[in-house]
Every structure is written in C-alpha cells, then in structure tokens.
C-alpha cells in the first residue's frame, strides 16, 4: 500500500456551490455532472443567505489558516482561498483531516465574525483527495496556484 504524503482538502462556502450545480459539484468523491432538478431542490431548502467571501475577507482566511497551520506545526503546500471556496494541500499529519477542517472553518469564522461578517460561512463536509507521490502533489500544487491568479 502507497504511503500517503499529504491531501488536498476543499470545502466551501455556504450555499454557493449546491449539489447539482451545472459547474459539477463532488459527493462522495465522485465528481458528478450538473442536475438541474436537484439543484433547485437544494436551492429552495436552503436556510440562509448564499456566502460569499469579499476580497479583503480572502486575505483574512487565508492569514487564519496559515497561522493555525503553524501554530500546530502543520505544513501547507499551497493554499487559495476563493470567494466561494479553498483548496488547502498539506503534507501528511497524523491529526485526523475532520478535526483539521474543523479548526480552519472555526477559526477563519472567528476572524470573519471579529470583522463585522455575520451569517453561516461554510458549508458541512469536504472534499479530500489524496498525495501518494511527488508527481500528485505538484499536480495538486499547480491546480491550487492556478486559482490565485
């Protein structure tokens, strides 16, 4: 079995990218087509207001996540924080990768909230993919670049 160096972790926020979504959307792993039917559905049972992270809120999440990176001695490969979603690539830690996303959701809604942002920020769950050799991480370290441009 491969040793796994590390994962590229993906979440967003709330209400903005919906199952069935015409740009594709991930369940269980599996990268699913557009549904119209199933994303109106999704839309129509939405309980808030659709999230979005302004350009001074991007720098905010991503100086919180890389400061609780740091503080428990995380190592990030890349990082892009989106207005509507961030992809996060580490190397391998022993810290079970839901409690990870839990501390870089809590902590940049923290942040959020301590700047004047209300509403619910993320949505629940991830995606995850992982890094079992060098090759897979740059690939996963160029896709991330690219969507700091």
């Given at each position: 079995m491969a040793k796994t160096l590390g994962y590229m972790l993906t979440w967003t926020t709330y209400g903005s990218w919906l199952q069935g979504d015409k740009?594709?959307?991930?369940?269980?792993?599996?990268?699913?087509?557009?549904?119209?039917?199933?994303?109106?559905?999704?839309?129509?049972?939405?309980?808030?207001a659709t999230f979005k992270l302004r350009n001074d809120e991007k720098q905010i999440v991503r100086r919180a996540i890389l400061n609780e990176a740091k503080r428990i001695n995380l190592k990030v490969g890349a990082l892009a924080v989106c207005s509507n979603h961030v992809h996060l690539l580490l190397w391998f830690s022993p810290i079970p990768i839901g409690r990870l996303i839990s501390r870089f959701k809590n902590i940049?809604?923290?942040?959020?909230?301590?700047?004047?942002?209300?509403?619910?920020?993320?949505?629940?769950?991830?995606?995850?993919?992982?890094c079992y050799d060098n090759d897979h991480f740059n690939t996963y370290i160029t896709y991330i670049n690219d969507h700091n441009k």
């Open positions: 740009r594709r959307y991930v369940k269980n792993g599996k990268v699913l087509d557009g549904n119209k039917e199933l994303f109106e559905l999704c839309s129509f049972l939405q309980k808030g940049s809604t923290s942040v959020l909230k301590n700047n004047g942002r209300s509403g619910r920020v993320w949505t629940r769950g991830f995606d995850k993919r992982f």
